[in-house]
């Protein structure tokens, strides 16, 4: 094992993680449970399911969640604030633990760095690897809007100004995105696949979960965000979004998922 994923599961930001590591053939551990188990989980380097004496024993390691879990206690060790220091999952560790990583991205280049001898998927100079992260920047920035309108959905508690802007902010990515590939680019950056396809793929396919809760958006009166209209104006991003999803790399995440709302 080269590097160690705990996260609840199945989230496709550690999907950034997996592909990558496919594609460079490193060995990643993913650990995990789904997202409304985490809360009866210890989060640690050896993150696993407490057994009643555990969450007695542990009940200092309580900490009042902030985002996506409903306000629920989570069980967070010294040692995992230590490794994560926003408490955040994903969090990846190095194989002994001692080296904390955080943010999807991030845990997405460390795969990408530790894979540099078996293919280059972070650029070939500080030129390219730098405009390779200039899309995981926008993209983080497109994943906060996301994240917010996504979880408001589930909560059930949308807003027209949560709604308002994650409209705003997809459309922005998009629009971004299909420029890059104009007027015939096979990837965003450089002849290759590189980590900025594959975080894109990841983001975009988180965001399509809003078609999961069409009944919470018809309640709140508003209108999906997702939907052939996106195909109509920005063709390019969009093609090579399906054509990666049955890329031999990412369909063993991906596919399976993205079907359900094709
Ligand atoms: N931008 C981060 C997002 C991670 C994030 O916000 N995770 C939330 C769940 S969606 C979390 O771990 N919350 C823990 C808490 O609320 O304490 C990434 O890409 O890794």
Redesign the pocket.
């Known amino acids: 094992m080269e590097l160690r994923i705990f996260s609840y599961l199945p989230n496709p930001?550690i999907w950034k993680a997996t592909i990558a590591a496919r594609l460079c053939g490193i060995n990643v551990e993913v650990v995990g449970a789904p997202h409304t188990e985490l809360s009866q989980w210890l989060w640690d380097f050896e993150a696993h399911l407490m057994t009643e004496k555990e969450r007695v024993d542990h009940r200092s390691f309580g900490?009042q969640?902030?985002?996506?879990?409903g306000g629920d206690l989570?069980y967070k060790t010294d040692s995992f604030l230590n490794a994560n220091p926003f408490?955040?999952?994903?969090t990846a560790f190095n194989p002994d633990g001692s080296v904390g990583i955080?943010?999807?991205?991030s845990i997405m280049r460390t795969v990408a760095r530790l894979g540099t001898g078996a293919c280059s998927l972070y650029g070939d100079d500080a030129y390219s690897a730098s405009r390779i992260d200039g899309f995981l920047d926008a993209s983080?920035v497109f994943?906060r809007d996301s994240?917010l309108y996504l979880?408001s959905l589930l909560s059930g508690n949308v807003t027209s100004n949560l709604h308002g802007a994650a409209y705003q902010a997809l459309h922005t990515y998009l629009d971004g995105l299909n420029r890059a590939l104009s007027p015939d680019r096979t990837y965003l950056v450089g002849d290759t696949l590189s980590i900025a396809d594959i975080c894109v793929v990841a983001e975009l396919a988180l965001f399509l979960r809003e078609r999961d809760y069409e009944k919470v958006l018809s309640e709140a009166d508003l209108e999906r965000i997702t939907g052939p209209v996106l195909y109509e104006s920005y063709p390019l991003i969009t093609d090579h979004f399906r054509k990666l999803c049955e890329h031999e790399a990412f369909a063993p995440d991906v596919n399976s998922y993205v079907k359900k709302y094709w």
């Not at 969640?65 to 879990?69: A, H, I, V």
């Open positions: 930001r900490r969640s902030r985002l996506g879990f989570l408490g955040t999952v994903p955080f943010e999807s991205n983080l994943a994240q979880l």
